[in-house]
């Protein structure tokens, strides 16, 4: 028996009809070969790493700012332990010598049923330098007398001097208050004040500005607040003034600011 030839594969589907049906290949030498492009897995790759490097980067920062800060703070601790030790800075004392009130009335005023205060004293603080090496060179100072209450009594002020190491400087200053109008509260207080045996409580409040200077060093203006309590004292009876009771006075001295700038 002579085989049929049949072209494209014919001759096997009809030996064997129940195989699958061969589908025609054609060859196309012009065609080019499929390659998978990479440019996907770069992209995702090339994302990574840039996070990677930035993420890197900010840590690199944060680590060196922190090293830079430490760095600062141990050379100032370290230049503040050798100023301590050189100059052994102290603050300033404040003490009361005298306080004498002159004049002293509480009026109201039937027009409009308001009470007034009229006060005049007269204070006497002496200040000491206790430093070797450092000098103080304030501003005015102003000065205020409050009652128990916080109620103003008195105001004055005094001019600036220079408080040489060692010195003690004595400052003269009257304080008045003219026809200040009072809220009842006030007067409530001020006359339970007025009542007491061991007299009415008086506090001195001073404030100033304060610049240290040492060899060829000054510092920056720095605010201080000297706060004196423990003063008693009785209303004038006639003409003489009334003597305050200071024995017990203590006067407290507070930075207004905590750290000292130093220029040469």
Not at 2 to 11: E, I, K, L, M, Q
Not at 129 to 134: T, V
Request: hydrophobic share 40%.
């Amino acid at each position: 028996m002579t085989d049929r030839v049949y072209p494209n594969g014919t001759a096997t589907a009809a030996a064997n009809p129940n195989a699958a049906p061969v589908k025609n290949q054609m060859y196309n030498p012009n065609r080019v070969p499929y390659r998978p492009t990479p440019t996907a897995y770069h992209r995702h790759n090339h994302s990574r790493r840039r996070s990677c490097s930035g993420r890197r980067c900010f840590c690199m920062c944060c680590f060196w700012s922190i090293l830079i800060i430490c760095i600062v703070l141990l050379l100032a601790a370290i230049a503040g332990a050798i100023f301590y030790v050189l100059y052994h800075p102290q603050r300033p004392t404040f003490s009361i010598s005298s306080l004498k009130i002159s004049n002293f009335n509480l009026t109201t005023n039937s027009a409009d049923d308001a009470t007034h205060l009229t006060a005049s004293l007269s204070l006497t603080i002496s200040t000491k330098n206790p430093n070797k090496k450092l000098i103080y060179k304030y501003d005015t100072i102003s000065i205020t007398a409050l009652s128990s209450n916080q109620v103003v009594l008195a105001n004055g002020s005094f001019r600036g001097f220079t408080n040489s190491p060692g010195n003690i400087t004595i400052i003269h200053s009257p304080l008045s208050m003219v026809s200040q109008v009072l809220d009842a509260d006030s007067v409530t207080s001020l006359k339970s004040d007025l009542k007491r045996k061991a007299g009415m409580p008086i506090t001195i409040l001073m404030d100033t500005m304060v610049v240290v200077k040492m060899d060829t060093l000054k510092s920056k203006r720095v605010g201080i607040r000297v706060t004196c309590e423990g003063i008693h004292g009785q209303t004038p009876k006639g003409k003489a003034p009334a003597v305050a009771s200071t024995n017990n006075a203590r006067c407290k001295v507070d930075l207004r600011i905590k750290i000292l700038k130093w220029t040469f």
